[in-house]
């Protein structure tokens, strides 16, 4: 059965859609099946960043209400052979998600796929509850910035309260990945800093991704960081945490620091 990973957020517009791309295409270069699902029902982001916008036939809601079947609604990408995408509707609005409707497409997924990573859209309403559900793991994603915290920290707490895992007394496996970090700026005190970040958060580090202009060429361009740009900083940072996420043990570095200044390594495993 396959793992089902949660890519959430409190706020808005700090990579989760271009970080599930990432991290989807990295787990299929290991040759693993993976799917990345979009549950930004009305807005559907992640088949441009997938480069699949002109493939889209069904949808989520299509195969939830029973008019596709899930291998209709499926994409397979051009470029990795075992990399699917179960793109969102635009045309529709969140009440159109069901509980037993995702229930079952997510059922079916695992019964196929080894990883099932649901691009969870911004903040604490229907899409961002039912995207987080039925997740073993969830990847919160971070922007070291005050109010990108605070909107995590509440995220966190839903994690701990709203999940299946949550209502059969199970803990929920959490992992935080720093987006758009700079450490010349965290310096000077302009953004936050790692330790900050992990003091209020409280949860494993999975990644620090830099702040890069490689991974708006990526999206632009309608592939995964970790296809386009693949040898780039914030490539390599999402490989890493790939190779987390799947159980291998390795130290986290705080990007664009030299090597000397490090002041702490932290290293996690995915449980």
């Known amino acids: 059965m396959g793992k089902v990973i949660v890519v959430t957020s409190g706020k808005g517009g700090v990579g989760k859609t271009t970080s599930t791309a ?31 916008e002109r493939r889209v036939v069904y949808d989520l809601i299509n195969v939830i209400q029973g008019d596709a079947k899930l291998t209709q609604a499926l994409i397979r990408d051009k470029r990795l052979e075992t990399l699917f995408l179960l793109p969102a509707s635009q045309t529709r609005d969140k009440d159109n998600l069901t509980a037993e409707g995702v229930e ?22 229907r899409g961002a509850t039912l ?27 839903l994690l701990d309260a709203k999940t299946a895992k949550a209502e059969r007394g199970e803990r929920m496996e959490k992992h935080l990945l720093l987006t758009r970090y700079d450490a010349n700026r965290a310096e000077r005190g302009d953004m936050l800093k790692v330790d900050d970040v992990l003091e209020i958060l409280s949860i494993p580090l999975l990644g620090i991704v830099p702040e890069s202009m490689d991974v708006l060429r990526a999206s632009n ?35 664009e620091e030299k090597r000397n200044l490090f002041g702490k390594i932290f290293g996690r495993r995915a449980a």
């Open 22 to 52: 990432a991290l989807g295409a990295a787990l299929a270069q290991r040759n693993e099946k993976v799917v990345v699902v979009d549950f930004d029902v009305g807005l559907r982001n992640l088949d441009l960043v997938m480069g699949a």
């Open 104 to 125: 079952r497409v997510i059922n079916d997924l695992k019964r196929y796929f080894d990883w099932i990573i649901c691009d969870s859209p911004a903040g604490i309403e």
């Open 221 to 255: 361009i309608g592939a995964p960081v970790t296809l386009a740009e693949s040898r780039s900083a914030a490539a390599m940072a999402y490989f890493d945490a790939a190779r987390r996420l799947a159980g291998e043990t390795l130290p986290v570095t705080i990007p």
């Open 131 to 157: 995207a987080m559900r039925h997740a073993d793991v969830a990847v919160v994603v971070t922007n070291p910035e005050v109010s990108s915290v605070r909107d995590s920290d509440r995220i966190i707490g």
